[in-house]
């Protein structure tokens, strides 16, 4: 179990080597529909895969249509049943002497809402993850607030989800001039997550814990004579803390990009939340990567890192993608190259069962083991976790 973040900062480490936005030439976007995948299927509501939580999308009318588009599936594992959000964002507070007096009476909705607004993402013990088109997340809660009152870190990395996604809605829906077109502020929208999330859970409701965030935006950049058609892919990655996003090659077998993680002191990730000095603006590191139509983005919780090195995510992600084009995985909507119709669902999850084997292992050899060991203390096995991943395929849109 990792410790919440101490009451005091210590020195931040370096990110990896980053990509000048400014050398990014934009072409201009048409609007048309935008579809929200949810594990192999697309649908313009995104819905939790117990079937009881629903994801709120804008009107899809109004959105953008980028040159690229992610085709998505996740997988999740949770070490233990997730503590309850507590009220008023689990259902609504008693209106009337009629209404039962638990907030947890079966009669109730039990949908989670913040501000009159349906929670985006989806809740995986104390994980929360994010999947569209053009945005994956996976954001890591700090199990131990689990054991303390009013320690809810499950909400506060489902929040900080629930939070970034409308902040890069609403700046990508704002009203712009021909000469100013769209930019990702990446820092932006998850400084503007974690602020409203501190007012979410302060005064009345009170709830206490940290997370861990990271997430990828895809972006693109035009050609040469600034045209859509010759544009190529591009993702902003946002990072705080030890979750990681990582782009592979699977027809390449190779590692495109992994982000750095972000640590105190062993075990003891940057995160964002109550006693944590650690911000957005002042901690989050971004990078730009540039993509290639068939590359996989995969946004993952520590729960896949610390019990599979990088070359073995590799190595399974690859083996999926040529098993699901072979046939496998289940049944596909549409032409199987690359993954597509269906295979990401099915890399993401073959990807938390091989981490799952390992972190159930008492015997098995895991980088956390091994760093373990680095640092003085006795370990072996996998580390038992929160398991998430989001895969998301890079596609032209229109194919």
């Given at each position: 179990?990792?410790?919440?973040?101490?009451?005091?900062?210590?020195?931040?480490?370096?990110?990896?080597?980053?990509?000048?936005?400014?050398?990014?030439?934009?072409?201009?976007?048409?609007?048309?529909?935008?579809?929200?995948?949810?594990?192999?299927?697309?649908?313009?509501?995104?819905?939790?895969?117990?079937?009881?939580?629903?994801?709120?999308?804008?009107?899809?009318?109004?959105?953008?249509?980028?040159?690229?588009?992610?085709?998505?599936?996740?997988?999740?594992?949770?070490?233990?049943?997730?503590?309850?959000?507590?009220?008023?964002?689990?259902?609504?507070?008693?209106?009337?002497?009629?209404?039962?007096?638990?907030?947890?009476?079966?009669?109730?909705?039990?949908?989670?809402?913040?501000?009159?607004?349906?929670?985006?993402?989806?809740?995986?013990?104390?994980?929360?993850?994010?999947?569209?088109?053009?945005?994956?997340?996976?954001?890591?809660?700090?199990?131990?607030?689990?054991?303390?009152?009013?320690?809810?870190?499950?909400?506060?990395?489902?929040?900080?989800?629930?939070?970034?996604?409308?902040?890069?809605?609403?700046?990508?829906?704002?009203p712009r001039s021909p000469d100013r077109p769209y930019q990702p502020d990446p820092i932006?929208?998850?400084?503007?997550?974690?602020?409203?999330?501190?007012?979410?859970?302060?005064?009345?409701?009170?709830?206490?814990?940290?997370?861990?965030?990271?997430?990828?935006?895809?972006?693109?950049?035009?050609?040469?004579?600034?045209?859509?058609?010759?544009?190529?892919?591009?993702?902003?990655v946002t990072n705080l803390g030890d979750s990681q996003v990582m782009v592979i090659r699977?027809?390449?077998?190779?590692?495109?990009?992994?982000?750095?993680?972000?640590?105190?002191?062993?075990?003891?990730?940057?995160?964002?939340?109550?006693?944590?000095?650690?911000?957005?603006?002042?901690?989050?590191?971004?990078?730009?990567?540039?993509?290639?139509?068939?590359?996989?983005?995969?946004?993952?919780?520590?729960?896949?890192?610390?019990?599979?090195?990088?070359?073995?995510?590799?190595?399974?992600?690859?083996?999926?993608?040529?098993?699901?084009?072979?046939?496998?995985?289940?049944?596909?909507?549409?032409?199987?190259?690359?993954?597509?119709?269906?295979?990401?669902?099915?890399?993401?999850?073959?990807?938390?069962?091989?981490?799952?084997?390992?972190?159930?292992?008492?015997?098995?050899?895991?980088?956390?083991?091994?760093?373990?060991?680095?640092?003085g203390l006795a370990s072996e096995g996998g580390k038992l976790d929160d398991i998430s991943?989001?895969?998301?395929?890079?596609?032209?849109?229109?194919?």
């Amino acid at each position: 179990m990792r410790r919440p973040h101490p009451s005091f900062l210590l020195a931040s480490s370096t990110g990896p080597a980053r990509i000048s936005a400014s050398s990014i030439r934009l072409a201009r976007w048409r609007r048309c529909p935008q579809q929200t995948a949810v594990g192999n299927r697309s649908s313009t509501t995104a819905t939790e895969a117990s079937g009881r939580v629903t994801t709120p999308l804008p009107d899809p009318d109004s959105m953008p249509k980028l040159p690229f588009r992610f085709e998505t599936g996740f997988a999740l594992f949770a070490k233990r049943t997730p503590r309850p959000f507590p009220p008023p964002f689990l259902s609504p507070p008693s209106g009337s002497f009629s209404d039962p007096l638990s907030t947890h009476h079966q009669s109730r909705d039990k949908r989670a809402f913040v501000d009159g607004e349906l929670i985006r993402g989806w809740t995986n013990g104390d994980d929360a993850v994010y999947a569209s088109d053009n945005f994956i997340c996976a954001n890591d809660g700090v199990g131990a607030w689990s054991a303390r009152p009013r320690g809810h870190a499950g909400l506060w990395s489902r929040l900080i989800l629930h939070f970034w996604v409308a902040a890069i809605q609403e700046d990508i829906m704002r009203p712009r001039s021909p000469d100013r077109p769209y930019q990702p502020d990446p820092i932006s929208y998850l400084q503007q997550a974690y602020e409203r999330t501190i007012k979410a859970t302060s005064g009345p409701n009170n709830c206490l814990g940290t997370t861990t965030v990271t997430g990828a935006q895809l972006f693109y950049k035009a050609g040469t004579n600034g045209s859509a058609s010759c544009a190529s892919p591009l993702i902003y990655v946002t990072n705080l803390g030890d979750s990681q996003v990582m782009v592979i090659r699977p027809i390449r077998q190779e590692i495109v990009y992994k982000s750095k993680e972000q640590w105190h002191w062993f075990d003891c990730p940057r995160q964002l939340g109550t006693n944590s000095p650690d911000t957005p603006i002042q901690n989050a590191v971004v990078d730009t990567v540039e993509l290639q139509e068939g590359d996989v983005v995969l946004a993952m919780s520590d729960g896949v890192i610390d019990n599979l090195w990088a070359h073995e995510i590799v190595a399974n992600v690859s083996k999926s993608v040529e098993r699901w084009e072979a046939g496998e995985g289940g049944q596909a909507s549409g032409p199987r190259k690359d993954g597509a119709n269906g295979g990401m669902t099915f890399v993401a999850q073959e990807l938390v069962n091989t981490a799952k084997q390992i972190a159930k292992d008492p015997f098995a050899e895991s980088p956390f083991m091994e760093h373990a060991i680095e640092e003085g203390l006795a370990s072996e096995g996998g580390k038992l976790d929160d398991i998430s991943v989001v895969a998301a395929l890079c596609q032209r849109n229109g194919t």
